[in-house]
């Protein structure tokens, strides 16, 4: 018994050995020496658990699409302001059909606001809005128009707030109006709401019941989803902006709708296999978290920045596709009720419109 004491003893001693070691060293260090150390290691942490996410959305970029994951003729497009306030003619109009021949495109989302922070809508902000319901209804048949509404929001910005009952109701009554012009859906953009927000989904328990009664289409734009699980959280913590919502809400607010347009770009990766290989999880999430009865859309950036939260070598409509293409193949290749939305017209150029359809359009 003694013997095996002592073995024991010597196993621990060599053991330990690197511990008393490294407790000695540190007790010889300078105390800057001390301090300089502990601020590596904390900032090698989060530098460890951004590199291991962004080996994640890389490896997403990997693989071949599938043959199955290419339009289904539900995408959509937004169109700016100008089609509406007296800018645009009827020439406009047979171009924009002329630019849709052939693609995948059903609904447009037409800037038709934006709502007043007290939720109305004047007319004189959409003059030719019975126009141009007229003129593409004419010319483009079996194209939905959808008046596309939105405004800032609280408690981040000082704009609308939709925990106000009444301001609901002022949204609603907007609904209708916009449904009176001829338009076919009602397409919310309201921006940043954070996940939790009671007042958003009560806003759509509203809406929902004024659009059905017109056979009209209930469509929102919505944020991207945590890459990883309570990053909204901290995003909120540290920057007191709500960049994602998680899953849960996401579902929330897509079983209130007809329609979920995820925007998908404004993403801050810093090349295209990353921006692709997040996007492909994003696709991926959103399949998850959206019912099989949902239109669910996936946002292609149609336009060009370059600043810390778009880098515009790396969001690149081939990028996306691409990533649409690998997440709809991994999670749900069958999935009729998908499409993609190409924002914005107005800055769109002929490369981005030959990505899509080259990648998305022809992929079959």
Request: net charge neutral; aromatic share 10%; no cysteine.
């Amino acid at each position: 018994m003694a013997g095996f004491r002592i073995f024991a003893q010597r196993v621990g001693r060599v053991l330990t050995a690197p511990v008393r070691a490294l407790r000695t060293r540190w007790r010889a260090w300078s105390w800057w020496r001390r301090a300089l150390l502990v601020l590596v290691l904390a900032a090698a942490v989060p530098t460890a658990a951004l590199g291991s996410v962004f080996v994640m959305f890389r490896l997403h970029y990997t693989g071949t699409p599938g043959a199955e994951a290419h339009t289904r003729g539900r995408d959509a497009l937004w169109l700016g302001h100008a089609w509406v306030d007296g800018r645009k003619t009827d020439a406009d109009v047979a171009a924009l059909g002329r630019q849709l021949a052939g693609t995948g495109i059903r609904d447009l989302y037409v800037h038709t606001g934006p709502l007043e922070h007290d939720g109305t809508l004047p007319p004189s902000v959409h003059p030719r809005g019975r126009w141009f319901t007229d003129a593409v209804h004419a010319a483009l048949p079996g194209v939905r128009v959808q008046a596309w509404l939105g405004d800032e929001v609280k408690p981040e910005r000082d704009a609308m707030d939709l925990e106000d009952g009444p301001t609901r109701d002022r949204v609603t009554a907007s609904a209708g109006q916009v449904l009176d012009l001829g338009f076919d859906g009602v397409h919310f953009d309201m921006e940043p709401i954070r996940p939790g927000s009671a007042g958003w989904l009560t806003l759509l328990d509203q809406v929902r019941p004024v659009t059905a009664a017109r056979g009209a289409k209930l469509s929102v734009a919505v944020p991207q989803i945590d890459p990883v699980p309570g990053l909204h959280t901290a995003g909120i913590l540290l920057t007191d902006h709500g960049k994602w919502w998680d899953q849960a809400y996401f579902t929330q607010t897509a079983r209130r709708v007809g329609q979920i347009a995820v925007m998908s770009y404004d993403t801050s990766m810093p090349t295209e296999p990353l921006y692709g290989g997040y996007v492909a999880r994003q696709t991926e999430l959103a399949l998850r978290a959206t019912p099989a009865d949902v239109d669910l859309l996936m946002g292609l950036p149609f336009f060009w920045d370059d600043k810390w939260g778009h880098w515009g070598d790396a969001e690149t409509v081939p990028a996306a596709v691409r990533g649409v293409r690998l997440g709809l193949g991994r999670e749900d290749p069958r999935r009729q009720n998908f499409g993609v939305a190409l924002y914005v017209d107005f800055a769109s150029l002929p490369e981005h419109w030959a990505a899509y359809r080259d990648g998305w359009v022809d992929a079959a």
